[in-house]
């Protein structure tokens, strides 16, 4: 598998407050999360950071080895993980109110396990076709659910940015926790919405399509968010599953 990710603060705002990495655990799995902080007054920046600094460091003590040991691990850790942000909203006035969104996938050869809170989203690259597996905790995609607005005038809805689920808000943080079955050539793209706000769908395909490395899509994802406002820190995580040929090698 190849690995790569990169973050970019954008063309408006002060501080980047997503955070990104990569894990490996005893057993040789690997964890990638996402997390994109929100409010508070600093607080963004550290609700993301917890996340995925305490996930991972958690995870790389494991030993764990199959999709249905890494589902229950991650539950646990995410409802822990939860509390502790709200413990630590608690502590100092200036983090008060602080939250992030997070997507993760713990991944295998044949299968990865995704959790998700929040609009940073998970997508899959197969037989040239890109599909979202997670499902935005969004005003608007509520209102895109209940027939109240199409997906097109969701994109620029001016509530579009208001989630309703996150880490660190509510003492029951509801979150996706889905399985799904890889093959070779498969590409796992991870973000926040400070790209899929500013790249359509369609966009992101050709990318994840053209021939290159998966750092320097990563890259030319960063560019196209930027080039077209750059309204929100971007951050963008791509695996990909060697093709059948180069497995068997």
Not at 218 to 247: H, K, S, W, Y
Request: with cysteine; glycine share 8%.
């Amino acid at each position: 598998m190849e690995v790569a990710y990169q973050t970019s603060i954008g063309k408006q705002r002060e501080d980047n407050e997503d955070y990104v990495d990569v894990f490996t655990n005893l057993a040789g799995q690997h964890l990638a999360i996402i997390a994109d902080g929100i409010g508070g007054h600093q607080g963004g920046d550290v609700a993301s950071a917890m996340a995925v600094s305490h996930l991972g460091h958690e995870f790389e003590q494991t030993k764990i080895a199959s999709p249905e040991t890494a589902g229950h691990w991650i539950t646990a850790q995410i409802t822990a993980e939860n509390q502790s942000i709200i413990d630590k909203s608690n502590q100092f006035a200036d983090l008060n109110g602080m939250g992030t969104t997070l997507v993760a996938a713990v991944y295998f050869t044949d299968e990865v396990v995704i959790a998700s809170i929040g609009d940073s989203r998970a997508y899959l690259l197969r037989d040239e076709q890109l599909r979202q597996l997670t499902e935005d905790h969004s005003l608007v995609n509520e209102l895109v659910k209940r027939g109240e607005i199409s997906r097109q005038a969701a994109r620029h809805h001016p509530q579009k940015n208001v989630i309703i689920r996150s880490l660190g808000i509510s003492d029951d943080a509801q979150f996706d926790l889905n399985t799904y079955p890889l093959v070779p050539g498969d590409q796992l793209l991870l973000c926040t919405d400070g790209l899929t706000n500013m790249v359509d769908d369609d966009q992101i395909q050709a990318v994840l399509l053209s021939d290159q490395r998966a750092e320097d899509k990563c890259q030319q994802l960063i560019d196209l968010a930027n080039a077209a406002g750059g309204l929100d820190n971007i951050t963008v995580l791509l695996i990909t599953n060697p093709p059948r040929e180069v497995m068997g090698q």
